[in-house]
């Protein structure tokens, strides 16, 4: 791989001389009786993608005998030996005694060794271009059978072809195990590793307490990992027998290069993939992917869905266990049996699109079928549950659950989870078949006959079509029943909020004041209440229920629930802990506060950049709706406490067929300085319009600086501004001073160029944000902007901004 020694590379290189290692002749392997001390290292055979050396983290003091990428000058480190045991100056040396151990020694004293449970009579100790440092017998007839691996005993970093689990033969747990931090590799409590269940699964344990489960192997995938599907890139194994238990994965295109990172600080197993071009780590996926996946946040006998409003509730047949405290969404005590069971007269009734319960109080079985299966459920009044073990083909083998059932998701698409039959007293399997619920397709077996009652469709929802706003006015409660959101008592929300006290006021828009609360389950919130006097109405909270209440994505801001109280219309919201984006990037509390602009540096800034980028490319592409915002603004991206970006503030929001890109409108809606010039000028939106508004949002992210304003003395619009000095190659002049030391040229100019494509004049100029998204994340050409949508004619047209009614004079240009 080539290496190109970047501006980040040369300052590491300056303040971090340990990083360089003397010039001597690259090996990579120590024979016995070698030794490699500081400055020197070993690098990976045959194509020299690893090294193996001494190095710090920007203590000089606290000295690490790792494994790094060579050639990859940033969060490079994969393996740390020595990680709660430090060496405080340069005299360490590593040697390969005739036991075949290595052994790291500083004053004479062992820091670290290896420990093998066999003699070599020809020890070697070689690094792998997979990051494996091995010791192996060179007279051994195995080449390939390991005296001892670093694999064996990861780090806080999970490579392809490195296992997770356990070798029984040798009782040793494969795990990963996360750093305190990022510049401490002592081993912290966050751990990420197999469990030996009856039904084994991954577990990430935060010191003894489950934190998050990945569900049981299901000859597919795992039930918590439905994206883990055949593709070109990832080949995944699971394998559990008599000598061993492990998942892997391995790598089909070898020019990738990714890694998986336990992170303590944020609580979470990202993956990442290296960006060459960009020579940056660009961000994949997650572990936990959302507030669903946190181990048991629904308690006993419930499931959650990111796709539900509210996100818990209790399986059929059972209710909560304590009704006020389930109503203030304290879901923890879970749920419990509504009748209680009667053994032989019991039956089952099947729920799709799951990740299955915690196996821990399980039994397996994998030689038998389903309807086996079921016989030896039913026989045992303890168990409570079972389905297939595996599911690839017809299905096969036995799994039952005995006692509560525990941390069950459910996925939006029944595809993606998996079947399990729930055992319930034959009266509610009655009532079942009598009433309608809201699960779409139900299978009921029962005990007495074992036929299958195909059941239920149901949900006709009313408001289905709300387009008048006296509808709204008159059935908003009925409405907001139907969509399954949580109907809050306004007496919950006073106490959250102290009576919607002034301290605990954290901004104000064109909807009305908002409130940060904290409920009596501890989950803060923020209380949008809508203001008497506000230019937005019913319509517009109708409006937004309907649209966001079902919408779930990673960049979208959740609603938790609302509230409508006589006169009162609150809506509730999951509370973002660094309000919104407009604060930090124009620094709005400059007066107060000179640090709000700098704690954005230009890595966060692409982050949130390419967060919004991604919400949006849900809402136009991938939502069961195709929504268009109408309203993307810095003030409607509000950022959690990692700064990750959710777009908030559907009120003003349309949606189009799944088939269509756009519509019109009379009533032209949203804030100046952010429209296209075909909805400002004839009410055209479409998801261009919103592409537009993305690409003023970028610039001002990239440039600190609104789009309208004075720009070189002149009345020019931040577009303009940018635009001429694209044209004249000097960007550079653009940057917010605030990013000047954080920045990354090319992202910078990648960026722009995006943003520019984004503006132009006529919309089908314009990338889709699939493409947007596309281009951000990746070295694929991009075409040549055309000149941005320049306002240069005032027309007075009519429109309603987020913060007024009044009538606003627009700047366009004429075509």
Not at 574 to 583: F, I, K, P, Q, V
């Amino acid at each position: 791989m080539k290496f190109i020694l970047s501006l980040k590379s040369f300052i590491y290189i300056l303040f971090f001389p340990s990083l360089v290692v003397s010039i001597v002749p690259d090996r990579s392997s120590i024979s016995q009786f070698q030794s490699l001390s500081y400055g020197k290292t070993i690098v990976s055979s045959p194509h020299g993608m690893f090294e193996l050396g001494f190095f710090n983290l920007g203590y000089p003091n606290r000295i690490y005998l790792g494994i790094r990428y060579k050639n990859i000058p940033v969060d490079n480190v994969v393996w740390v030996a020595n990680g709660g045991n430090p060496i405080n100056d340069s005299s360490a040396d590593l040697k390969l005694h005739s036991s075949g151990n290595l052994v790291l020694t500083h004053n004479n004293m062992v820091a670290w060794c290896t420990r093998s449970s066999k003699a070599a009579q020809n020890p070697v100790a070689e690094l792998l271009d997979s990051g494996n440092l091995v010791i192996r017998d060179l007279n051994s007839a195995n080449q390939e059978s390991y005296l001892w691996q670093s694999f064996d005993y990861p780090s806080n970093t999970m490579l392809s072809g490195m296992k997770v689990g356990w070798d029984l033969k040798r009782n040793l747990n494969i795990r990963l195990i996360a750093w305190k931090s990022g510049d401490d590799p002592t081993p912290g409590d966050l751990s990420w590793s197999i469990v030996r269940h009856p039904y084994p699964e991954i577990y990430m344990m935060k010191g003894n307490k489950k934190y998050h489960r990945l569900g049981p192997w299901n000859g597919l995938r795992f039930t918590g990992m439905p994206e883990m599907k055949p593709n070109p890139v990832y080949h995944y194994e699971f394998v559990s027998n008599k000598e061993e238990v492990y998942y892997t994965w391995t790598l089909k295109q070898t020019s990738l290069i990714t890694k998986a990172v336990l992170n303590q600080t944020a609580l979470a197993r990202p993956r990442y993939v290296w960006s060459e071009l960009d020579e940056s780590w660009m961000f994949y996926s997650t572990l936990p992917s959302d507030y669903c996946d946190h181990y048991g946040v629904c308690g006993a006998n419930a499931y959650c869905s990111t796709s539900a409003s509210p996100m818990c509730e209790c399986l059929k047949g059972f209710k909560p266990k304590y009704l006020e405290k389930w109503n203030s969404m304290d879901w923890s005590q879970g749920c419990v049996l509504q009748h209680p069971l009667n053994c032989k007269h019991d039956g089952f009734v099947l729920l799709e699109g799951l990740k299955v319960p915690d196996t821990k109080a399980t039994f397996v079985n994998d030689s038998i079928d389903i309807e086996k299966c079921r016989t030896k459920c039913l026989n045992n009044c303890s168990c409570m549950a079972y389905t297939n073990s595996n599911i690839s083909g017809a299905g096969s083998g036995c799994v039952m659950w005995f006692g509560d059932l525990f941390d069950i998701k459910q996925y939006s698409v029944a595809e993606n989870g998996q079947g399990l039959y729930i055992r319930l007293p034959a009266s509610e399997l009655e009532a079942i078949r009598q009433r309608n619920f809201k699960i779409k397709h139900v299978t009921i077996v029962t005990a007495a006959s074992g036929m299958l009652v195909l059941g239920i469709y149901f949900i006709y929802r009313i408001w289905r079509n709300i387009n008048e706003k006296s509808k709204a006015e008159n059935n908003y409660e009925g409405f907001v029943d139907d969509l399954d959101l949580p109907l809050l008592d306004l007496s919950i929300i006073l106490a959250a909020t102290d009576n919607f006290s002034e301290v605990n006021k954290i901004g104000e828009g064109g909807f009305g004041p908002v409130y940060w609360g904290k409920l009596a389950s501890g989950l803060e919130i923020a209380a949008k209440r809508l203001s008497q006097n506000s230019g937005q109405g019913i319509s517009e909270f109708v409006n937004e229920v309907k649209l966001i209440a079902k919408l779930q994505h990673r960049n979208l801001v959740k609603l938790l629930g609302c509230c409508i109280h006589k006169q009162e219309k609150i809506l509730v919201y999951e509370y973002m802990a660094n309000g919104s984006l407009d604060y930090f990037i124009f620094d709005l509390l400059r007066n107060t506060d000179h640090t709000k602009g700098k704690s954005l540096d230009w890595p966060k800034r692409l982050s949130i950049i390419c967060g919004i980028a991604r919400g949006l490319m849900y809402l136009h592409q991938d939502s069961r709706l195709r929504i268009i915002h109408r309203d993307l603004k810095g003030s409607n991206v509000l950022l959690d406490e990692d700064f990750n970006p959710k777009i908030s503030d559907f009120g003003m929001a349309k949606t189009v067929g799944r088939e269509e890109i756009e519509g019109n409108t009379n009533k032209i809606v949203g804030t100046f300085g952010y429209m296209a010039p075909e909805y400002a000028v004839d009410g055209q939106f479409s998801v261009k319009s919103d592409v537009f508004s993305f690409g003023i949002l970028l610039m001002e992210i990239i440039c600190g600086k609104r789009n309208r304003g004075r720009y070189s003395g002149k009345r020019y619009n931040l577009i303009d501004h940018v635009w001429t000095h694209w044209k004249l190659s000097r960007t550079s002049e653009i940057i917010d001073s605030n990013i000047e030391d954080s920045c990354i040229e090319s992202e910078i100019i990648r960026c722009i160029h995006v943003g520019l494509l984004c503006v132009q004049q006529y919309p089908e100029d314009r990338p889709t944000m699939t493409s947007v998204v596309l281009m951000l994340g990746s070295e694929m050409e991009l075409d040549e902007p055309k000149k941005p949508g320049v306002f240069t004619k005032k027309e007075s047209i009519e429109a309603i901004s987020s913060s007024s009614t009044n009538t606003l004079t627009i700047t366009l240009s004429a075509r």
